[in-house]
């Protein structure tokens, strides 16, 4: 099944610093990648996806932008605010065939924005 | 009202003993799943279902039943818990073709 590998944290950050957190993945072929996000004491929810290579999704002020040369897909926003404290997974799903199987996750990065 | 809803959100039990741990769903979403979370592990799959009648393992499913009662109900059962099934659990719920998942609240289990 498919992969994928992102930065560990936990990463601490100032508010307004700018955010980068690093996904790259493994696949056959090129299936949608995601990226969900984890606030306290909650579930996971869907922040943003991108369905082809190029293609660049974006929510909140976050972007990723699909990049099959080399196989990433990082996490990034310009000015960070206390409120975007969580925990960011990057996803894909676990077969390329499109049969919704199931997704596989990475391990999770813990922003930590401090005021 | 949440439209992945799982009961119960906090649960202590102890080793050995039988527990069951449901999601209730409003998306009309014939798929469903079980997830753990582990810190520093991510999420991983226990098991799937597309409809009632089909249902199948995922990653870690040893240790794990599940039971799709309706569409709209998902029940995951430690038949015996062990400590190291203290994790927390996630339901969650996609179209078919469509690998967008839409997550429950979670439960915090502890075995002791």
């Known amino acids: 099944g498919n992969s994928v590998t992102q930065m560990e944290g936990p990463v601490t950050l100032s508010e307004e610093a700018f955010l980068t957190i690093n996904c790259t993945y493994t696949a056959t072929g090129y299936p949608s990648l995601f990226w969900y996000v984890q606030y306290p004491g909650e579930g996971l929810q869907l922040l943003l996806k991108?369905?082809?290579?190029?293609d660049k999704g974006s929510n909140k002020g976050f972007e990723a932008t699909y990049r099959k040369e080399t196989t990433s897909f990082h996490l990034e926003k310009g000015s960070v605010q206390v409120s975007d404290s969580a925990v960011y997974f990057c996803a894909l799903p676990t077969y390329s065939g499109g049969g919704a199987d199931g997704l596989t996750f990475g391990k999770g990065t813990h922003l930590i924005i401090q005021p | 009202d949440a439209d992945v809803t799982q009961t119960p959100r906090n649960r202590i039990t102890k080793t050995g003993k039988r527990i069951m741990l449901e999601c209730s769903q409003t998306k009309g979403h014939d798929r469903m799943y079980w997830y753990r979370q582990d810190p520093g592990l991510g999420l991983r799959l226990i098991y799937y279902?597309?409809?009632?009648?089909?249902?199948n393992k995922g990653e870690i499913s040893d240790g794990y039943s599940v039971s799709r009662q309706a569409q709209a109900k998902f029940s995951l059962s430690l038949e015996s818990a062990i400590p190291n099934q203290t994790a927390l659990y996630f339901c969650?719920?996609?179209?078919?073709?469509?690998?967008?998942?839409?997550f429950g609240a979670g439960t915090r289990l502890s075995v002791l």
């Open positions: 279902s597309f409809d009632v009648k089909d249902i």
């Open positions: 991108a369905t082809k290579a190029d």
């Open positions: 969650a719920t996609s179209e078919p073709g469509k690998n967008i998942q839409y």
